[in-house]
């Protein structure tokens, strides 16, 4: 049968995150993703789809006083990419179908 996949890697990952007690209690995060690049793989040739490219994402929670012992959590997130290449194909639209159906398969 014909053989398709998909492989998605990355070249590195930086995260930071820091606790506050300030006014109201917080937790911060700066995550970094390097050089994202996913290939498809069909018929042993594997071909680039997309990438590389860079991902920054930051976070807040924290929580938020209604009384003296009642706090709800609020959720703040941002995510900013670099240019993000994409080279689609034959090729690709063939292995991504091929894996489609295959997912279908296992499904049912």
Same mark, same amino acid.
């Given at each position: 049968?014909?053989?398709?996949?998909?492989?998605?890697? &990355?070249?590195?990952?930086?995260?930071?995150? $820091?606790?506050?007690?300030?006014?109201?209690?917080? !937790?911060? *995060?700066?995550?970094? #993703?390097?050089?994202?690049?996913?290939?498809?793989?069909?018929?042993?040739?594997?071909?680039?789809?997309?990438?590389?490219?860079?991902?920054?994402?930051?976070? &807040?929670?924290?929580?938020?006083?209604?009384? $003296?012992?009642?706090?709800?959590?609020?959720?703040? !997130?941002? *995510?900013?990419?670099? #240019?993000?290449?994409?080279?689609?194909?034959?090729?690709?639209?063939?292995?991504?179908?091929?894996?489609?159906?295959?997912?279908?398969?296992?499904?049912?």
């Amino acid at each position: 049968g014909v053989s398709a996949g998909a492989v998605v890697s &990355l070249e590195g990952t930086t995260l930071e995150a $820091n606790t506050s007690k300030e006014e109201n209690s917080s !937790l911060t *995060a700066h995550i970094q #993703l390097k050089d994202i690049v996913a290939k498809t793989i069909y018929e042993k040739k594997c071909r680039h789809l997309i990438g590389p490219f860079t991902a920054n994402m930051d976070g &807040l929670l924290s929580w938020i006083p209604l009384s $003296n012992d009642t706090f709800i959590p609020q959720v703040l !997130l941002a *995510a900013e990419f670099n #240019l993000v290449p994409v080279t689609f194909g034959q090729e690709h639209m063939f292995c991504l179908s091929k894996m489609a159906q295959e997912i279908q398969k296992i499904i049912q």
